[in-house]
C-alpha cells in the first residue's frame, strides 16, 4: 500500500521561498499521478499543481502560476513542490495525494485521488 509523507513546511516571510518534500514508501510512484493540494482555515481543500506518470504537468490554480513548481525524482521515489514569491494567502496545510494508472492529470477533485499524505504546514507571515 503507497504511503506518503510530507515535509518541508514552515514559516516564512513574505517573498521568501520553500520547497516540500512528498515522500513514498510501499510502492513505487511509477504510474501514479501526484498531486499537490492545500487547504487554508476556514476554507476547502483545492488543488494546486499535479504532475502525472508521463511528467506532464496541470496547474489546479492560477493563483500560484508562476510561483510554485511541481517536479519528480523517480530514483527517491519523491515529488516535490518548489514555492517562491510566497504570499501571506499561501498560508495552508499542504498535502500531496497519488491516483493509479492516469497518464495524464486528473480534474482537481479530491474524489480522483486515493492515497493522501499527513499534510504540512506552511505559514507565510511577517
Known amino acids: 500500500q503507497l504511503q506518503l509523507v510530507e515535509s518541508g513546511g514552515g514559516l516564512v516571510q513574505p517573498g521568501g521561498s520553500l520547497r516540500l518534500s512528498c515522500a513514498a514508501s510501499g510502492d513505487t510512484l511509477d504510474g501514479f499521478s501526484i498531486g499537490w493540494f492545500r487547504q487554508a482555515p476556514g476554507k476547502e481543500r483545492e488543488g494546486v499543481l499535479c504532475i502525472s506518470s508521463s511528467g506532464g504537468t496541470t496547474n489546479y490554480a492560477d493563483s500560484v502560476k508562476g510561483r510554485f513548481t511541481i517536479s519528480k525524482d523517480n530514483a527517491k521515489n519523491a515529488v516535490y513542490l518548489q514555492m517562491n514569491s510566497l504570499k501571506p494567502e499561501d498560508t495552508a496545510v499542504y498535502y500531496c495525494?497519488?491516483?493509479?494508472?492516469?497518464?495524464?492529470?486528473?480534474?482537481?477533485?479530491?474524489?480522483?485521488?486515493?492515497?493522501w499524505g499527513q499534510g504540512t504546514q506552511v505559514t507565510v507571515s511577517s
Open positions: 495525494a497519488a491516483t493509479y494508472g492516469t497518464s495524464r492529470c486528473p480534474v482537481p477533485d479530491l474524489s480522483e485521488y486515493d492515497y
